[in-house]
T-cell receptor, first 113, second 115 residues
Framework: DTGVSQDPRHKITKRGQNVTFRCDPI?????LYWYRQTLGQGPEFLTY????????KSRLLSDRFSAERPKGSFSTLEIQRTEQGDSAMYLC???????????FGPGTRLLVL | AQSVTQPDIHITVSEGASLELRCNYS??????LFWYVQSPGQGLQLLLK??????LVQGIKGFEAEFKRSQSSFNLRKPSVHWSDAAEYFC?????????????FGKGTKLSVKP
């Protein structure tokens, strides 16, 4: 078990560009969560997948954000037309259906110039 | 709505001294509570969790936390701090307002360790 992995670890982009992040959860973990963490704050929930189904989206997830988990394994988070306010650490976490404990990846730090 | 409050933004302790980080939550029933630690530029590592049962829970790296329902608190403690404990610590509770078990985090407490 290698833990949750995320790619890339760092991303610098220009305002208006699209970016995509990938998360590979712990194998056999049905639940996958995306969080966003801005400087000086705790992580905030963005969206949740159970297997391939996206079951919950936070009001923080504007229509420029889209997430997928096509085969119930890895997930992608895409941000279209990035804005400077999107600069943050994007964290992925996974858990089993029977346990509330979430295990986090190392995060992708996004900087929008 | 549920919330988590970590009253201390930044704490400095001397190496070898004891540590207590405060966490208060708001929720009517028994919550599921967690402490995570985050080193600079890294993700979150689980230190310990409380679901039910014994109110004093042991975690990794010599940390423990005590659930006190009467005070709505879940404070994290360590008897002797090491320089490698310098990091940011987050308390979290499962959000029962939603249906999918996402976590609500406090704003974190940054721990600095003096030699």
């Amino acid at each position: 078990d290698t833990g949750v992995s995320q790619d890339p670890r760092h991303k610098i982009t220009k305002r208006g560009q699209n970016v995509t992040f990938r998360c590979d959860p712990i194998s056999e973990h049905n639940r996958l969560y995306w969080y966003r963490q801005t400087l000086g704050q705790g992580p905030e929930f963005l969206t949740y997948f159970q297997n391939e189904a996206q079951l919950e989206k936070s009001r923080l997830l504007s229509d420029r954000f889209s997430a997928e988990r096509p085969k119930g394994s890895f997930s992608t988070l895409e941000i279209q037309r990035t804005e400077q306010g999107d600069s943050a650490m994007y964290l992925c976490a996974s858990s089993t259906l029977s346990e509330e404990t979430q295990y986090f990846g190392p995060g992708t730090r996004l900087l929008v110039l | 709505a549920q919330s988590v409050t970590q009253p201390d933004i930044h704490i400095t302790v001397s190496e070898g001294a004891s540590l207590e980080l405060r966490c208060n939550y708001s929720y009517g029933a028994t919550p599921y509570l967690f402490w995570y630690v985050q080193s600079p530029g890294q993700g979150l590592q689980l230190l310990l969790k409380y679901f039910s049962g014994d109110t004093l829970v042991q975690g990794i790296k010599g940390f423990e936390a005590e659930f006190k329902r009467s005070q709505s608190s879940f404070n994290l403690r360590k008897p002797s701090v090491h320089w490698s404990d310098a990091a940011e610590y987050f308390c979290a509770v499962v959000d029962y307002g939603g249906s999918q078990g996402n976590l609500i985090f406090g704003k974190g407490t940054k721990l600095s360790v003096k030699p």
